[in-house]
């Protein structure tokens, strides 16, 4: 019998979205702020140095929704949204929320702009 591959315990997804060059819309990729351009990498390469990387799956998406909050990444499971991200806070999430397994609590977006979940059953009634 064949053993199973396992599933990743995690799932980062980073937001890569960009705004056209003069536009007034902040975003989470910016050439404002050239590190940003390097965020993704920064956290492949540390997820490789740590060798979890076969656990942990970076995935680049499109917008979030909260790009005033940006650069952002959301963690899963548990909806966890980071924000205002650098490298050394990607580096402090890696170690104490991705390995340590507790959520980074000041780097996580404010309540106020990430309420409780609504069900889309609840929306369609």
């Given at each position: 019998?064949?053993?199973?591959?396992?599933?990743?315990?995690?799932?980062?997804?980073?937001?890569?979205?960009?705004?056209?060059?003069?536009?007034?819309?902040?975003?989470?990729?910016?050439q404002n702020n050239p590190q940003s351009m390097e965020l993704f990498a920064h956290l492949g390469q540390r997820l490789m140095q740590k060798g979890i990387i076969g656990t942990v799956a970076p995935i680049q998406t499109g917008c979030l929704n909260r790009c005033q909050?940006?650069?952002?990444?959301?963690?899963?499971?548990?909806?966890?949204?980071?924000?205002?991200?650098?490298?050394?806070?990607?580096?402090?999430?890696?170690?104490?929320?991705?390995?340590?397994?507790?959520?980074?609590?000041?780097?996580v977006i404010d309540e106020q702009m990430w309420g409780e979940p609504i069900s889309p059953a609840q929306m369609t009634r």
């Open positions: 019998m064949m053993m199973a591959i396992p599933q990743p315990a995690f799932y980062i997804f980073k937001c890569q979205q960009s705004a056209p060059p003069g536009m007034p819309k902040p975003s989470c990729v910016s909050q940006g650069p952002v990444m959301l963690v899963e499971p548990g909806h966890t949204m980071y924000v205002g991200l650098t490298k050394e806070k990607i580096d402090r999430i890696i170690e104490e929320h991705i390995i340590g397994g507790n959520i980074v609590q000041e780097y």
